[in-house]
């Protein structure tokens, strides 16, 4: 297939904006689903797993591929929650394009906030959709101007609505000049085309003009013709603006409500014409694993198979599930692929192309093409997949720590590594969920980034994965870190099977900023230590930086500087050294004064302006410090940074304090010292 018809979109918004409705209207007028599933009643084809359809919200981002006017569009469908963020850093970095959806009421919300700041850094062009016209207290001019505001960017509307809430109808084209209503008996699938009503003929010519003001910015051609009275054909004015939304320039802007049928072929049109293919994103950059350099990943199906693994879905019977994007060659069914981050050969047993739960398989995947994978054993989210002869490793993605725990232990014994496995195999799917066995207690602990996030993963373990567990109550991570600069020198001398184990280490460690993470220096000349003995050296103090200094959680913010060490030919040992450099770490950090530091979260909260006072003196109660506060239309939106140890269970002091009306999403912020 040619490239330029390929679209890798992904379709992300804030939490109940109305997103999987939107992917699965899109569904339905693409001829991949018969009939329309609801989120309502639990039926919406991209939300397959049962946790999803019961909460009725998106937890993985599911992958799928359907064809409009000759184009064929891989769907990425990223959850709206703040705790799957991971799950949406993800996605957005093997896409080319994005709708962002957002709600015709509430506008620009919290999330739509942080995704698209996400989408900023991946450098995603975007066009939007403002959705769900037909509810209460929708506006559409309100949304555009807090677009405008908020993310300091033009938006240029296309289409406009006619009515809003109860009385919305149907659409305006501005640049067709005509007014469009869908067919109410087939769903929306028929489309009716009028001349634009008398009443909004003046509305529709200063969207218009608005219109050709920001495309004529970026083509003279079109400022010549608007000058000389000339009709712009439409072909143009397309062009244009899907040059200027590739560079990120406007942002083109539909309308409609999903949920009615009204508008999503429009979006559609919108998808193919303005939206970039592959061939249209600037080269990727990668770091060659031999020479350490950057190097440009250019489109090429020509060229060597390299490609980047965004997602990882168990299934019970094909094993895992490897969602990739190819960005170079050709990956072809039944060959052998380096997994270059793992430095390990796999093989390629299947390869399918996914639409929603209902695999396709085929023989290969191309540049530019995104696909599933089977056979893969030891892949990981995030793996670069490609050969020998080049091998590149796409950029590692960044993914924040995870804050909340929870202790879990089997029933039986007998459970035990059933337990494990299903950790293992949930990792493997997603990086922010780590799990830690306890050396003093034995108990397992996991840890994800916030509550429902692992509440989610607690009932994928118990009811999907059918492990026998018992689950403590949530519990906050803490880190560790030091307050002072201290030098120590420790000495390691013992005689294990008749052979003596002898090494001195001295080390300084020092206190960081926040935020620093942790760093290591050595001073010892590479010529006086080998390789192995440093190596020995850097994991003793990795096991130490592990398992804490006074109260057992993970040492950040902190610089461990190798000073000397004495070593011997004859008596010196990995061992040894790894030993000397544990308690060396050790005694250092208890004369460091060490400190604890815990998560504090970003909270954001939309609450009507009755209760604002109120929501503000209980998070002050509970050691928040107000950041912002702005008013909007229907609502106040509070921003505030507070300790999670004391966001337990807000959500219900919040329903109850709003009558039901508030809601809140917090994210990780920093870790500061615990007061």
Known sequence: MDDTLIRNIGIMAHIDAGKTTTTERILFYTGENHRIGEVD??????????????????????????????????????????????????SLRVLDGAVAVLCGVSGVEPQTETVWRQADRYKVPRIIFVNKMDRLGANFYDVVQEVEKKFAITPVPLYLPIGAESEFSGIIDLI???????????????????????????????????????????????????????????????????????????IPVFVGASLKNIGVQPLLDGIVELLPSPLDIPPLKGISVKHGNEVPVIHDPEAQPLALIFKIQHDREAGPLCFVRVYSGVIKKGTAILNISKKKRERVNRLVRMHANRPESIDQLAAGDIGVIIGFKNAQTGDSIGSEGAQILLENMNFPEPVISVAIEPKTMSDQDKLKSALQILTQEDPTFTWKENADTGQLVISGMGELHLDVLVYRLTKEMKVDARVGNPQVTYRESISHEVTKTEQFNKILAGKEHAATVTLTIRPLSTGSGVKFTSKVSPKSLPEEMLDAIKRGIQNSINSGIRYGYEVVDIETVLESVTYSEITSSSFAFEAATAMCFEAAGRDAMPILLEPIMKVDIVVPSQYVGEVMGSLTARGGLINSMESRATADHVIAKAPLSQLFGYSTVLRSSTQGRGTFTMEFSHFAKKS
């Not at 050709?212 to 000339?230: N, P, Q």
């Not at 200027?244 to 320039?249: D, E, I, L, N, Y």
Request: net charge negative; charged share 30%; with cysteine.
């Open 176 to 250: 067709g000049n005509r007014k469009i209503t869908f067919e109410v008996n087939d769903q929306g699938s028929s489309m009716k085309f009028d001349p634009v009503p008398q009443d909004m003929i003046e509305l529709r010519e200063t969207w218009y003009e608005r219109l050709i003001d920001a495309v004529a910015s970026h083509s003279d051609e079109i400022t010549e013709l608007y000058f000389s009275g000339e009709d712009i054909p439409r072909e143009m004015i397309i062009s244009t603006l899907r040059k200027a939304t590739v560079a990120r320039q406007l």
């Open 41 to 90: 009643d639990g039926q919406a084809s991209m939300d397959f797993m049962e946790q999803e359809q019961n909460r009725g919200i998106t937890i993985s981002s599911a992958a799928t591929t359907c064809f409009w006017k000759d184009h064929k569009i891989n769907i990425i469908d990223t959850p709206g929650h703040v705790d799957f963020t991971a799950e949406v850093e993800r």
